[in-house]
């Protein structure tokens, strides 16, 4: 069941047609929404270009911010964490983010932001064509679905992508029963990017 989730990357063509390096350069010279006048890096991927899973995060914090890579902060400390336990290999998986560019004092993005950064976030799965899309926290998840996923619970979009909703690493920063509860719903799953 899709639960409304679309991943289809319809009036995305223009941008997908770019390529990855494209689109790249693209959200580099991007000034559609306000976030762009403080960002010091704009924080596109990190991974492999053909990826198994693709993590979606909600937005770059800090460390991203300063140094231009998803996740290379503390959450990205959790998230290696959650990736070993995976047992993914480097060239298994990617991360992004809802949108490029940091929000003020780490605050969420706006439902106009999410808009916005839309196109570059539909293009960028298009083009890595993931098997599976591990939603990161419920902001991700407003990037592409109508109704409510359940934790843990992997549906099947409209395109054929398994996809599923985990908590975000910074929500287990200092919380292990909540991580615990996380590897439980990895382990529940695995066989999705296992037997791939
Ligand atoms: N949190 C996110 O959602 N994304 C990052 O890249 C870093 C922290």
Same mark, same amino acid.
């Given at each position: 069941?899709?639960?409304?989730?679309?991943?289809?990357?319809?009036?995305?063509?223009?941008?997908?047609?770019?390529?990855?390096?494209?689109?790249?350069?693209?959200?580099?010279?991007?000034?559609?929404?306000?976030?762009?006048?403080?960002?010091?890096?704009?924080?596109?991927?990190?991974?492999?270009?053909?990826?198994?899973?693709?993590?979606?995060?909600?937005?770059?914090?800090?460390?991203?911010?300063?140094?231009?890579?998803?996740?290379?902060?503390?959450?990205?400390?959790?998230?290696?964490? /959650?990736?070993?336990?995976?047992? &993914?290999?480097?060239?298994?998986?990617? @991360? $992004?983010?809802?949108? +490029?560019?940091?929000?003020?004092?780490?605050?969420?993005?706006?439902?106009?932001?999410?808009?916005?950064?839309?196109?570059?976030?539909?293009?960028?799965?298009?083009?890595?064509?993931?098997?599976?899309?591990?939603?990161?926290?419920?902001?991700?998840?407003?990037?592409?679905?109508?109704?409510?996923?359940?934790?843990?619970?992997?549906?099947?979009?409209?395109?054929?992508?398994?996809?599923?909703?985990?908590?975000?690493?910074?929500? /287990?920063?200092?919380?292990?029963? &909540?991580?615990?509860?996380?590897?439980? @719903? $990895?382990?529940?799953? +695995?066989?999705?990017?296992?037997?791939?």
């Amino acid at each position: 069941m899709s639960k409304n989730c679309n991943t289809s990357a319809v009036g995305s063509d223009e941008l997908i047609k770019l390529g990855i390096e494209g689109i790249t350069a693209t959200i580099l010279e991007c000034k559609s929404c306000p976030l762009h006048e403080n960002a010091t890096n704009k924080v596109i991927i990190r991974g492999s270009e053909r990826p198994k899973v693709l993590f979606i995060g909600e937005a770059p914090g800090k460390n991203e911010d300063e140094n231009g890579i998803p996740f290379c902060g503390r959450a990205g400390k959790v998230l290696d964490e /959650l990736i070993d336990h995976m047992a &993914l290999e480097e060239d298994e998986y990617a @991360m $992004i983010n809802t949108v +490029k560019c940091r929000p003020p004092n780490n605050r969420k993005p706006t439902q106009n932001e999410l808009r916005t950064c839309r196109p570059f976030l539909l293009a960028q799965i298009a083009l890595l064509d993931p098997d599976v899309i591990i939603l990161l926290g419920n902001t991700a998840e407003q990037a592409f679905c109508v109704s409510s996923l359940k934790w843990g619970e992997a549906v099947i979009t409209q395109e054929g992508k398994h996809l599923m909703k985990l908590y975000h690493p910074a929500a /287990l920063l200092y919380r292990r029963t &909540l991580m615990r509860q996380q590897k439980e @719903m $990895i382990d529940k799953n +695995k066989k999705l990017w296992q037997k791939i």
